[in-house]
């Protein structure tokens, strides 16, 4: 984006979109030109466009050879005056949950695996990767949940990219740092035939709301595949939770994983997630935003492009899910991504876009018409 004391409107000609920044927040802009996809899966009519600042992590020299083939699916947070980094490192077994650290968000220590591979035939021994993390601060002893994907399945070797059912397990430990216990005899949900999270029930952020836990998971229908982003409820982490009957958004939006932000300035929560594209194949082509006052309800119109390859500066198709924390004036984006017209699983690095603060949801009204 351009930034000058007051707003500023560029036409890209080549893209037929309208980006405006302003000096203070970043605000919604119409697309000229939404996407048209073959299937006519839904298009994003605004943007909402983050400024890229570029790879922070790259894959390959993890430990023990733990990210050697790709590093993606990042969950960032903060605890004290340290950020945390979890991302799926793609190692010489599979794909495993790994660690990194920093102090400034640019500059990373990878620790690596924080999980290992479940027993043959379990429900994570193929795949113990993407952990979202939840500190209990209301207990005495101040426990730290993860919620991360386990599958049984994964393509052949060398890649061992994990397969459906994506389901979500769980793991606890004193410290963000671990170790890390897995707790098998809990199950908080499961995917379930002939509903919308047949394929998929895989995890997402947690808001506390009241004396309620809300996972906002990702959820995918099978035969054929459209992926969607739900609610699962729980009083107690340690018990299972409770689907609700309907998704947050339609199965027709092709989106997943989830991580939230909210904007105090105008009572709003943002939530953030990967956009599912349609060109000879699919493949993870944006990063989206939805945006509500109402953190149980969603209008799926209130939409919009965040980060795309055409405010990415080194991947022009592929740009993986988001994970969002709060820097400031300013909310830190991460992705993954591929690199140039790459649209693989492998060979991913993790990169780092930013928003300025405050966001303003407030859609733009139409320009008159030309005289």
Not at 57 to 69: A, E, I, T, V
Not at 284 to 300: M, N, R
Request: net charge negative; proline share 9%.
């Amino acid at each position: 984006m351009i930034r000058t004391c007051t707003c500023v409107f560029l036409l890209l000609a080549a893209t037929s979109i309208i980006v405006r920044a302003d000096a203070t927040g970043t605000s919604l802009v119409p697309i000229e030109t939404p996407n048209i996809y073959p299937d006519h899966r839904p298009a994003a009519k605004f943007r909402l466009a983050a400024t890229d600042a570029g790879i922070v992590l790259k894959h390959g020299d993890g430990p023990g050879g733990c990210d050697q083939l790709g590093a993606r699916d990042i969950w960032v947070w903060k605890d004290q005056d340290t950020y945390y980094m979890h991302y799926d490192g793609a190692g010489p077994k599979g794909w495993l949950a790994c660690l990194a650290t920093s102090t400034d968000l640019t500059h990373w220590t990878k620790k690596g695996p924080v999980l290992d591979f479940g027993a043959p035939g379990s429900d994570d021994s193929a795949s113990a990767s993407y952990g979202t993390t939840y500190l209990d601060d209301s207990s005495a002893d101040k426990t730290w949940y993860m919620f991360y994907l386990g599958t049984p399945h994964a393509s052949p070797a060398p890649d061992f990219v994990p397969g459906f059912p994506y389901l979500t397990r769980i793991a606890t430990a004193p410290a963000p740092t671990g170790p890390w216990t897995k707790q098998p005899k809990i199950i908080p949900f499961q995917v379930k035939p002939d509903t919308y999270y047949a394929g998929t029930a895989s995890p997402g952020q947690i808001i506390k709301k009241d004396d309620e836990y809300l996972m906002f998971f990702s959820a995918s229908a099978s035969n054929p595949v459209k992926r969607t982003l739900s609610i699962a409820r729980t009083r107690d982490l340690t018990h299972p939770w409770t689907i609700q009957s309907r998704p947050i958004v339609s199965i027709e939006e092709q989106v997943e994983n989830t991580s939230l932000y909210f904007e105090p300035t105008n009572q709003t929560w943002f939530l953030f997630t990967n956009h599912i594209g349609l060109a000879s194949h699919e493949f993870t082509d944006a990063i989206w935003v939805y945006w509500s006052q109402d953190l149980e309800h969603w209008d799926a119109s209130h939409k919009a492009i965040v980060f795309d390859g055409t405010n990415c500066k080194w991947s022009r198709q592929c740009i993986g899910l988001p994970s969002v924390v709060q820097v400031g004036s300013r909310l830190a984006i991460f992705y993954d991504a591929p690199g140039g017209d790459n649209t693989i699983h492998m060979g991913r690095d993790v990169g780092l876009a930013w928003l300025d603060l405050p966001l303003n949801p407030s859609v733009p009204s139409s320009p008159p018409p030309n005289p």
